[in-house]
């Protein structure tokens, strides 16, 4: 998913009046204040109200469901004919923050800033992106993410991502 993309979307949803979250790669990368490698699609987190005027934007710029295993009202890919994917994972709590249904996102993990390409987007906090990369087994992508978000965040390294330590230039 180029950058230019990525910026063209988040204007597209901000012009719309839908909030979004950035997570996954692109997350990692706003949170790191540039782009560290290339991301297949930009996973973004949102208020499960805004699913339904989500996927009607989308369509309507010819973006199409992606039928996965794991898809399901919270949890779906749409993409286009130029192989722009965008994951969206959806949430809803309640007044007091509590979650109702949808992606165990806890609430303060929501609260995150960071820039892509100098624009400020909301996106999962540093802490909250490290733990959840600490839930699975990670990959050389995961590793290098970790290990970036550690070192700028002064955050401890888990575990899994200590063993033969690199230092990552960010």
């Known amino acids: 998913m180029p950058i230019d993309e990525v910026v063209r979307f988040l204007e597209f949803m901000d012009a719309n009046g839908i ?4 997570d996954g790669g692109w997350g990692v990368d706003a949170l790191l204040g540039k782009q560290s490698r290339p991301h297949l699609d930009l996973d973004i987190a949102v208020e499960h109200r805004f699913v339904e005027p989500l996927r009607l934007l989308l369509q309507s710029r010819g973006y199409r469901d992606i039928p996965r295993n794991d898809s399901h009202t919270y949890n779906f890919m749409m993409g286009d004919s130029n192989g722009h994917l965008i994951d969206v994972h959806a949430y809803e709590f309640d007044k007091n923050g509590q979650l109702l249904c949808g992606i165990a996102y806890p609430f303060d993990s929501l ?3 960071g820039t892509i390409a100098d624009r ?3 996106c999962i906090t540093p802490e909250r992106m490290v733990e959840f990369h600490d839930a699975y087994q990670g ?3 995961d590793r290098q993410d970790v290990l970036a978000l550690c070192q700028k965040f002064d955050i401890a390294i888990p575990q899994q991502y200590a063993a033969g330590e690199t ?4």
Not at 19 to 22: E, L, M, S, T
Request: proline fraction near 0%.
């Open 19 to 22: 909030d979004i979250v950035v």
């Open 120 to 122: 400020v987007v909301r």
């Open 111 to 113: 609260l995150g800033s």
């Open 167 to 170: 230092q990552w230039v960010i």
């Open 139 to 141: 990959d050389a992508d």
